[in-house]
T-cell receptor, first 116, second 109 residues
Framework: DVKVTQSSRYLVKRTGEKVFLECVQD?????MFWYRQDPGLGLRLIYF???????EKGDIPEGYSVSREKKERFSLILESASTNQTSMYLC???????????????FGQGTRLTVV | DAKTTQPNSMESNEEEPVHLPCNHS???????IHWYRQLPSQGPEYVIH???SNVNNRMASLAIAEDRKSSTLILHRATLRDAAVYYC??????????FGPGTSLSVIP
């Protein structure tokens, strides 16, 4: 069964901490995405990556960075967590968004991050 | 900005068909139309996609207008498990994939 796995389901961090959210996919997909989801705002794209060591900014990259050292792993980093980064974070992988348009995306279960 | 518009919410009775509309008037010739849904406390899951022709799979049907400026997701017999937020998105060759607010579907027993 194909999987996108996020390292934590729930996370509580303090303001100013550096936070790492990890995502691993086992489908050998080239493309990986990080979204955040807030009530009334839908899913908003933070960063995406279409290859190892490649990254592109999404709509709301401020306050975040990403790392993709291996094809299967895409990490989201909050350099200095703030309370307005309290949200649900969703990772996805797919063959689309880059070279192939005719495939589906697979999402992880999400990480609910609370910054206090 | 999301390139699709959908109603904020819809209701359906259990066991009846549901037609979820989506407008995408600025669609380009190479954009695919994808539908996802998100059940409570879960990540989105793929439902169906198409380019020009109508599509059917085990979950739903997708009807695409001839001018491709709109599409409709059809659930043939709504069940309580179909209560979710449904997202209609356009997927292009090099575009970022953007999700709008979607349609929240309620199913009434």
């Amino acid at each position: 069964d194909v999987k996108v796995t996020q390292s934590s389901r729930y996370l509580v961090k303090r303001t100013g901490e550096k936070v790492f959210l990890e995502c691993v996919q086992d489908m050998d997909h080239e493309n990986m995405f990080w979204y955040r989801q807030d009530p009334g705002l839908g899913l908003r794209l933070i960063y995406f990556s279409y290859d190892v060591k490649m990254k592109e900014k999404g709509d709301i990259p401020e306050g975040y960075s990403v790392s993709r050292e291996k094809k299967e792993r895409f990490s989201l980093i909050l350099e200095s967590a703030s309370t307005n980064q309290t949200s649900m974070y969703l990772c996805a992988s797919s063959l689309f968004g880059g070279r192939s348009m005719n495939t589906e995306a697979f999402f992880g279960q999400g990480t609910r991050l609370t910054v206090v | 900005d999301a390139k699709t518009t959908q109603p904020n919410s819809m209701e359906s009775n259990e066991e009846e068909p549901v037609h979820l509309p989506c407008n995408h008037s600025t669609i380009s010739g190479t954009d695919y139309i994808h539908w996802y849904r998100q059940l409570p406390s879960q990540g989105p899951e793929y439902v169906i996609h198409g380019l020009t022709s109508n599509v059917n799979n085990r979950m739903a049907s997708l009807a695409i207008a001839e001018d491709r400026k709109s599409s409709t997701l059809i659930l043939h017999r709504a069940t309580l498990r179909d209560a979710a937020v449904y997202y209609c998105i356009l997927v292009g060759l090099y575009d970022k994939v953007i999700f709008g607010p979607g349609t929240s579907l309620s199913v009434i027993p």
